[in-house]
């Protein structure tokens, strides 16, 4: 069946830098546009960046702008995320999940999610 | 940018309650609106898609609409599986997510 299986969290100091994979399997990633979309903890989503279905255009949040970096290898079926100058407000479960419609598309929806990787930003 | 304000936050209702969540968008937008439910510790599922499509496999108690600023997700009848947050999606923003409650 479609999946994503997100990897990489763990416990970083803050200024450091952490990255996050993400291994699709059970469908052609390579036909999908891929998210990265956070939850700090008690709090609400929060998308950070997509990534078009053949790695052509990224876009992100204004919050991670300029600090992480979305990126894919269709090859290995693999998403990633790497996060610079982490701050403590990056805490936080990280999901990727896929576009629900192949190829462009300029809308958002998500529809196979990853159960998430936690990042924890603390000295 | 759009924001998408979510109300209420909190919902408390019963098994077999009609409920009925509400999104409105900043400015008029298109129907590109999702909605999204939660458990604790789990990832998001899709349930509605383009406003008021249902995703393939979401039962349909669960339904979608609205055009312009205000979007709204309903529950025809409520079923212990259905207490859970619900959240909403316009590109890429969120709602702040409704927690619904059992009374």
């Known amino acids: 069946q479609e999946q994503l299986v997100e990897s990489g969290g763990g416990v970083v100091q803050p200024g450091r830098s952490l990255s996050l994979s993400c291994a699709a399997s059970g469908f052609s990633f390579s036909s999908y546009g891929m998210h990265w979309v956070r939850q700090a903890p008690g709090k609400g989503l929060e998308w950070m960046a997509i990534?078009?279905?053949?790695?052509?255009?990224?876009y992100y949040a204004d919050s991670v702008k300029g600090r992480f970096t979305i990126s894919r290898d269709n090859s290995n079926n693999t998403l990633y995320l790497h996060m610079n100058s982490l701050r403590a407000d990056d805490t936080a479960v990280y999901y990727c999940?896929?576009?629900?419609?192949?190829?462009?598309?300029?809308?958002?929806?998500?529809?196979?999610w990853g159960k998430g990787t936690t990042v924890t930003i603390s000295s | 940018d759009i924001q998408m304000t979510q109300f209420p936050s909190t919902l408390s209702a019963s098994v077999g309650d009609r409920v009925t969540i509400t999104c409105r968008a900043s400015q008029s937008i298109t129907t590109w609106v999702a909605w999204y439910q939660q458990k604790p510790g789990k990832a998001p599922k899709l349930l509605i898609y383009d406003a008021s499509s249902l995703e393939s496999g979401v039962p349909s108690r669960f339904s979608g609409s609205g055009s312009g600023t205000d979007f709204t997700l309903t529950i025809s009848s409520l079923q212990p599986d259905d207490f859970a947050t619900y959240h909403c999606q316009h590109m890429g923003t969120f709602g702040q997510g409704t927690k619904l409650e059992i009374k």
């Open positions: 999940a896929r576009l629900r419609r192949r190829g462009i598309t300029a809308e958002f929806t998500m529809d196979v």
């Open positions: 990534i078009w279905f053949d790695g052509s255009n990224q």
